[in-house]
């Protein structure tokens, strides 16, 4: 069965770089996402899209940037890295937004190491 | 295969009674493993449990990890309508980098 697709799997970048991070939600899904996970760290919830609009939004910072695109898919940009934006970044995706009443299927994540 | 089970999928309770969320899990090199509730917004994180035997508790809900027989399980005591949600588990493996979900375990609360 299909997944949630997260692209790519691992990068490597350095400070001040800009990172552009992939979700190809579950076919049909039209609510996405994003969670960033530093080492050692809980989740943290950033942002979430729910039919191309904006429908939460957490503990993004203003260096980051995400939006969804027509065909549901997911890009959260990352501009001026920092060394504590190393994390794993993963995003998840839904059908009906948070009110949904379907399975909900996280993707296994971007790795994102700033050097 | 790398999985990842909740049960049950589905509970009905009444206000006041306590539940017992259950996950195990398969897979090689654990890491550690995670609870979230997701109610009308993002799921919110709950529980990051690394070793075994050792309770984690915030308020009325508590989790407690057994790596041995390797699962988890999630109490919620004197259960308020507010704990209507789905609840669920991720276990992350080291080396993988990637977490493997549950399906969720969809929990309402009855007046």
């Known amino acids: 069965a299909a997944g949630v697709i997260q692209s790519p799997r691992h990068l490597i970048k350095e400070k001040r770089e800009t990172a552009t991070l992939k979700c190809y939600p579950i076919?049909?899904?039209?609510?996405v996402y994003w969670y960033q996970q530093g080492p050692g760290q809980d989740p943290q919830f950033l942002i979430s899209?729910?039919?191309?609009?904006?429908?939460d939004k957490g503990s993004i910072p203003d260096r980051f940037s995400a939006q969804q695109f027509s065909d549901y898919h997911s890009e959260l940009n990352m501009s001026s890295l920092e060394l504590g934006d190393s994390a794993l970044y993963f995003c998840?995706?839904?059908?009906?937004?948070?009110?949904?009443?379907?399975?909900?299927?996280f993707g296994s994540g971007t790795r994102l190491t700033v050097v | 295969e790398d999985k990842v089970v909740q049960s049950p999928l589905s509970l009905v309770v009444h206000e006041g009674d306590t539940v017992t969320l259950n996950c195990s899990y398969e897979?090689?090199?654990?890491?550690?493993l995670l609870w979230y509730k997701q109610e009308k917004k993002a799921p919110t994180f709950l529980f990051m449990l690394?070793?075994?035997?050792i309770e984690k508790k915030s308020g009325r809900l508590s989790s407690i990890l057994d790596k041995k027989e390797l699962f988890s399980i999630l109490n919620i005591t004197a259960t308020q309508t507010g704990d209507s949600a789905v609840y669920l588990c991720?276990?992350?493996?080291?080396?993988?980098?990637?977490?493997?979900f549950g399906t969720g375990t969809r929990l309402k609360v009855l007046a």
């Open positions: 998840a995706s839904s059908l009906g937004g948070a009110n949904g009443n379907y399975g909900y299927t």
């Open positions: 076919p049909r899904h039209d609510t």
């Open positions: 899209f729910y039919e191309k609009m904006q429908s």
């Open positions: 897979v090689t090199n654990f890491r550690s």
């Open positions: 690394t070793s075994s035997g």
């Open positions: 991720a276990v992350y493996a080291s080396g993988t980098y990637k977490y493997i």
